[in-house]
């Protein structure tokens, strides 16, 4: 079971950008899935995250401008990030709680980490 992490990149403050994060493997099911972000010198923060039944909730620098949402026929989850400043600067992560098979014979519900995306919003 991995998560793959795209959709980063350098954008001008006040623009946009889609992160995009599938889980893949043999995935059984998806519970929550969220952003997490690290800016330098600080401390992984979480962002967003969204519940299989989609439930969301925001760290409160972000609402209103960022959106979590997810296809669980993809085991794919999103976040559209709008309104961006310089201080959304990071390296972003995706997580997700799955129940899976990680390796052969093994079962079990597992927290995964996807392998971060650049974010840099500058001018």
């Known amino acids: 079971v991995q998560l793959q992490a795209c959709g980063g990149g350098l954008v001008q403050p006040g623009g946009y950008l889609r992160l995009s994060c599938a889980a893949s493997?043999?995935?059984?099911?998806?519970?929550?899935m969220g952003w997490y972000r690290q800016a330098p010198g600080k401390q992984r923060e979480l962002v967003a995250a969204?519940?299989?039944?989609?439930?969301?909730n925001y760290t409160d620098s972000v609402k209103g401008r960022f959106t979590i949402s997810r296809d669980n026929a993809k085991n794919t989850v999103y976040l559209q990030m709008n309104s961006l400043k310089p201080e959304d600067t990071a390296v972003y992560y995706c997580?997700?709680?799955?129940?899976?098979?990680?390796?052969?014979?093994?079962?079990?519900?597992?927290?995964?980490w996807g392998q971060g995306t650049q974010v840099t919003v500058s001018s």
């Open positions: 997580n997700g709680d799955i129940f899976g098979a990680p390796a052969p014979g093994v079962i079990g519900l597992q927290d995964y």
């Open positions: 493997g043999t995935i059984f099911t998806v519970n929550v």
């Open positions: 969204i519940t299989s039944g989609g439930s969301t």
